[in-house]
């Protein structure tokens, strides 16, 4: 619907232009009406109160409810066996019965304006998730991501375990550990031995380390230990398997490797061997596809900015050398800035690294 103001400012121009010479037809065209729109206007007072079709009075249907019906309707519907079911069970179980009242669309109806429809019984209402936490690392030792996964043995139904830590930052592997059950001492154990690692009792800000939801990661001791360390715990979304992206994608990775046991380890050394093996190769070989290719261990490092230079410089000279086999600029190696584990807008980023960028000039 087109407002008041906007009727007269468009007739007017109408007008002027068909004053001017214009064609009636070609100059409603252009503001988007019909001429037959533009004499109703005119003739039915539409320049003076605007469209009244919102407040226009319709005539009451002639095969509409009367108000004995819909009274009908309302008793029934809250009759104690009907008072949790919505029309589409209380219709059907009338007419099994050999009653018609109304439609379903018309039980839908009267019940709507008299505020019923919403839940009848005791079932609760649809609740909303809660956003995933966005976090945002800059630099190494912000942000960490653990989790658990389950290795195959050689006895089906038996499982080794792996618990491992990532930085989100530079995808390094900090701490892992491997053992044959599951238990939260494990995990406590690990959150020592990585904290010790990485010196975060000289940090100033701790990092935050992100986990999804299982017992084990949520336990008691973990919780103490986690408060003992001054990291500021995490948690997945419920039921939300794509929370912790990052563990997981590195799971799959060593699960897939050439090395990883089709049938499964024999000795829980044996899986300690390759786990060891492994991170050797995931932190100081594995040139990952997330963070333009370098090692996980030289960014962890601050060494890819200057890796990324040289490779551009070779770019730039094998160009210079053989200018016709570039149509384009050389390849991209910007080296990757902050990263996000469950950005929910690209404001939230913006706005972090602004913050820190702040924070260093006054520093």
């Known amino acids: 619907m087109i407002g008041l103001e906007d009727r007269q400012t468009m007739v007017r121009h ?27 206007w005119k003739a039915e007072d539409g320049l003076h109160v605007g469209d009244r079709r919102p407040l226009a009075e319709r005539p009451t249907p002639a095969h509409a409810l009367t108000e004995e019906e819909r009274a009908r309707v309302l008793a029934v519907a809250n009759e104690p066996r009907f008072a949790d079911q919505p ?21 839908q109806r ?19 998730s809660r956003t995933p936490t966005t976090h945002v690392a800059t630099a190494p030792g912000q942000v960490w991501c653990w989790d658990m996964t389950y290795l195959p043995t050689q006895v089906q139904g038996r499982w080794f375990y792996l ?72 948690y997945s979304r419920p039921r939300v398997s794509d929370d912790n992206a990052f563990v997981e994608s590195l799971f799959k990775t060593a699960k897939y490797r050439p090395e990883f046991p089709a049938r499964g380890f024999a000795t829980l050394d044996d899986a300690r061997l390759w786990g060891r ?8 070989e594995h040139r990952h596809s997330g963070i333009r290719y370098v090692t996980p261990a030289q960014r962890h490092a601050l060494e890819d900015r200057a890796i990324l230079a040289a490779r551009h410089q070779t770019y730039l000279q094998a160009r210079e050398r053989n200018p016709a086999r ?8 910007t080296p990757i800035g902050a990263v996000t584990l469950n950005p929910e ?8 690294v602004h913050a820190e960028d702040i924070g260093r000039l006054v520093a």
């Not at 019965?97 to 039980?107: M, N, P, R, T």
Request: aromatic share 8%; glycine share 6%; charged share 25%.
């Open 277 to 284: 093996d492994f991170v050797r190769w995931y932190n100081f």
């Open 87 to 107: 029309p589409a069970r209380i219709v059907p179980t009338l007419a099994d019965e050999g009653v018609y009242i109304a439609s379903e669309s018309s039980f």
């Open 110 to 128: 009267v019940l709507r304006a008299h505020g019923q429809t919403r839940h009848r019984g005791r079932t609760r209402a649809p609740q909303r």
């Open 14 to 40: 109408i007008d002027t232009a068909h004053a001017a010479g214009a064609r009636l037809r070609p100059a409603c065209e252009v503001a988007g009406i019909t001429v037959r729109t533009l004499q109703r």
């Open 345 to 352: 807008r690209d404001a939230v980023v913006h706005d972090h």
């Open 326 to 333: 570039w149509s384009r600029g050389t390849r991209d190696w």
């Open 163 to 234: 618990y491992l830590i990532q930085d989100l930052y530079s995808r390094k592997i900090v701490g892992w550990e491997i053992h044959d059950a599951d238990d939260a001492e494990h995990a406590v154990s690990l959150l020592k031995r990585t904290a010790l690692a990485e010196g975060i009792h000289a940090m100033t800000d701790k990092p935050v380390l992100h986990g999804d939801n299982g017992s084990t990661l949520k336990a008691t001791t973990v919780l103490a230990m986690l408060h003992w360390l001054g990291v500021k715990p995490s």
